[in-house]
């Protein structure tokens, strides 16, 4: 029994979900959009002790330097870039193989730096960085001092036992912990770390690596500079943990994680709506880590398995979204529709008695609940579709990125029978006889749900306390709050309600805690027993990395590239809604990938063209491993225990030829319907944190005619984005 579901959908809706799916019925195998498990993002951050949204939007107004990492706040945050970043004299850093608009207005004004960087090889970029920061004592001592733990308040309170869950084997001292002595002679042993090694694995110079050094660290006039560290999927989907745990380690020793103008955060795109009703059971997945440790469970592999019998879609595109997106669609299609038990009648009870044969004969029967028909999950694989209600057709919450909580007001009803997904969810759960989903409306599960964020960042329990105590609705107080809002945590002070503006931030000590407030540590302190911030080493001969991308990297004697995948600004997401907006649709029918003029013109491509991109070798893991010892986990152990597939995948798409390329490296849209680039990117997670390499694609580029864009200047815009 499965569920794969937004996380970022209003609260209402996903406390829902994850009550129905983690609390009644108990499943382990649900997941997020935009990951195979229920794991974190930039796991690095977390076991540093950072909270990857613990900035506010000021800090990137106040900094004096932007490093940036696998981001351009322009195509990602537009709002944070030109009000916040764009005004001012603060210098940016940009790592990202493209030049995007926001690279190329930077470089415009004399305030931006790009490092165009091979895909992946984040981590012996930080690491050069840092020794440079080191050999040249630039490192803030004082911050390290006071903030930084050392050995022994590293293993404080883990005590002596198994240490059963992944964030514990992690977070122990061996492979990746380490405080500053023990962190500064990694650095300076790492034969990756000096420079002209550096220089030639991230294919950067040696000059421009030094110089973002002198920028974040050196300090002028006798004061190191106020850097702040930005990242994104351009960083941890590559090398998940390690360039992760280099970024923050880099950010750490630059005195940056918890101050105003110096802080560590993601710069994501889409806004935090997850409120988890708790009870999972993700434990029992079979795979584990090594020391047969606690794992979250793939889901993914799950259904590759023929493990699902009953999978309810919450507003995702499910294979798109995924890694060897071929295979999965491949497998869920046989499944389903490829099952000899179909539904040929309306007949409740013949459908229902068709729908328990499918199971009992190994196939699976399939939910979607989405606000549109969309491609394939929807139109060609589910057996019922729940029209679903959305943004403006009833009251909704959620935060943005700097866990500002407002209210999203219904302003219309929704069309036909769409009703919200925590109604459905509501329903079903009556049906099966579940207790305490008697909800009369959204504001019903609102002020259910906020007890159980009370001790997290989005934490909004008081208000909803004072809204009782008031007798008014919280979502009603919420509104009247405006686009404003408040963020989150939620506290009280003097009586009155008080937003959090950073987290980590020791001014955040105000003494006694007022009604039902919850002071937890990482308000003013990091999240980790110590409350100081953990360094962590990234070595680059890693065997669960360095093993992985050996495999992957492009084959020169193929004449294959990098084919990573992206966004653009005018596109949201999987153009679910886009594409029906005829102004949009026109800028992008077709989805593009962008390619270097060295890499286009061998293979005849010039703009316009369309482009069958094809990877022959994409790697899918398959079973559910158990780890005994670290290496059971490697790619190529892997691969000798026959728990590595081997398939192939190719997406066409519209040229756009242009230097804003790294040469090597093209650009694909990530999740175009129809088009999906992760079909050429291998589905292995990284082993230590089960997240994956989502964009680590290759293949070859074949010219297989032109697209009607190319001679008619109707539609599809063939500029470069690099215009300022």
Known sequence: WAIKMYSYQYFENTYAITRLGMTSIGTPSIAPHDKCANTNDATGLDDAGIDSFGASYQDWADCEVAFMSGVDPYETKTTLFTSWMMPGDKKMIFVTPHKTMGVAWALSQGRGLWLPIIPGTDSVLHNAMARIVIENNWQDQAFIDKWIANQWEVDQGYGRGTRNTGWQWRTTWGNWQSDWADYKKFVLS???????????????????????????AKPVNGKAPKTSF???????????YMNTTSFVSLGLICGAGNRAGRVISRGGGHQRG????????????????PGRRKKDFNLDRWVLDGQVKFAWVFGTTWIAAMMGSQNLATKMLEQTRGNANQISSLDRAAIFETLKRRVDSGGMVL??????????????????????????EDNFTRCNSERR??????????PGEAKPDWWAVMKFAKKMGFEGYDWKDSNDIFEEAARFGRGGVLNYHPLVMEAKKKGVKAQEMLRAMGTTGIQTPIRVRDGKLVGTVRLHDPDNIWGEMEQSEVQSPFMHAFNTHSGKAILLKSPWKFGGWIQYYDAIKPRAEKGEIWVTNGRVNETWQSAFDDLRKAHLFQRWPWPPIFIHPDDAKPKGIESGDLVKIHNDTVYIQTGQPTGVKDPDLFFNNLMKDGHIQTTEGYFTAVAIVSDEMRPGVAMASFN?????ANTV???VPDPVTNNYRYKLGRGTLTKVGESPFKHDFTAMSLRPRNIV
């Open 367 to 392: 939910v979607d609940s989405d606000i549109y028909p969309v491609e394939p999950i929807n139109t060609d694989i589910a057996d019922i579709v729940l029209p679903a209600a959305t943004w403006g």
């Open 230 to 240: 930005m990242l994104e999927k351009g960083n941890y989907w590559t090398n998940n």
């Open 405 to 414: 909580l407002r209210l999203y007001s219904k302003f219309y009803d929704a």
């Open 274 to 289: 997850m409120m988890g009703a708790g009870g999972g059971s993700g434990w029992l997945n079979p795979e584990k880590y």
């Open 672 to 676: 175009y319907p129809g088009a999906p």
């Open 681 to 683: 990117v291998s589905a």
């Open 190 to 216: 790492q034969e990756e770390s000096k420079l002209e090694n550096a220089a030639k694995i991230t294919g950067l110079s040696a000059e421009d690596i030094r110089k973002a050094a002198e920028w974040i």
